[in-house]
């Protein structure tokens, strides 16, 4: 079992460009969450997903951020037109089951570090 | 709506030496509690939770936390610390009804030799 697998690991785009964010969960999961964590600071949630379907998105900025987990493929947090202050490390965590009746509550992937220059 | 404070940025111990990381939340209906760690640019690992049962949990590596309800603390502990202890702290909570856990803002933990 490979565990929750993101890629890239280290991602560097300029101002006003897009940024893409994959993540693979668990084989067997089918839950995923995005977190971001700024420099210094704890994880904030970001975005709750099933597959196909936003089960919460109260973390996620109104702009510019989108989220989605198709049916094939993996989970991709999308950033468009980036700024400075998105710089941080995404973690993307995965779950057999919703919320914390896994048991181990959620696996967490090594997450991608975005720096925007 | 549910949160978790982590009261201090940075806890240092001396080898050998117990620990406590303090943790206390606040969240509506029965808490699911967790203890999450994590190592230079990795991501997090799962160290115990608590959801039901003794308020003493034990866990990953010789960790422990006690739940207590009255205090709404859920505290992280280890007998006697490593300096491979030495990481960033999380305390996460989620109410039984949510599917989210939210964190702490995490305390550093250093063990000196």
């Known amino acids: 079992n490979a565990g929750v697998m993101q890629n890239p690991r280290h991602l560097v785009r300029r101002r006003g460009q897009e940024a893409r964010l994959r993540c693979s969960p668990m084989?067997?999961?089918?839950?995923v969450y995005w977190y971001r964590q700024l420099p210094e600071e704890g994880l904030k949630f970001m975005v709750y997903?099933?597959?196909?379907?936003?089960?919460?998105e109260s973390g996620m900025p109104k702009e510019r951020f989108s989220a989605e987990f198709p049916k094939e493929g993996p989970s991709i947090l999308r950033i468009q037109q980036v700024v400075r202050g998105d710089s941080a490390a995404y973690f993307c965590?995965?779950?057999?089951?919703?919320?914390?009746?896994?048991?181990?509550?959620?696996?967490f992937g090594s997450g991608t570090r975005l720096t925007v220059v | 709506a549910q949160s978790v404070a982590q009261p201090e940025d940075q806890v240092n111990v001396a080898e050998g030496n117990p620990l406590t990381v303090k943790c206390t939340y606040s969240?509506?209906?029965?808490?699911?509690l967790f203890w999450y760690v994590q190592y230079p640019n990795r991501g997090l690992q799962f160290l115990l939770k608590?959801?039901?049962?003794?308020?003493l949990v034990k866990g990953s590596y010789g960790f422990e936390a006690e739940f207590n309800k009255s205090q709404t603390s859920f505290h992280l502990k280890k007998p006697s610390a490593l300096v491979s202890d030495s990481a960033l702290y999380f305390c996460?909570?989620?109410?039984?009804?949510?599917?989210?856990?939210?964190f702490g803002s995490g305390t550093r933990l250093s063990i000196r030799p």
């Open positions: 965590a995965s779950s057999p089951l919703s919320g914390t009746q896994g048991a181990k509550g959620y696996t």
């Open positions: 084989k067997g999961h089918s839950h």
């Open positions: 997903l099933q597959k196909e379907n936003i089960i919460d």
């Open positions: 969240v509506s209906g029965n808490p699911y």
């Open positions: 608590y959801i039901t049962g003794d308020n």
């Open positions: 996460a909570v989620s109410s039984s009804s949510a599917s989210k856990i939210i």
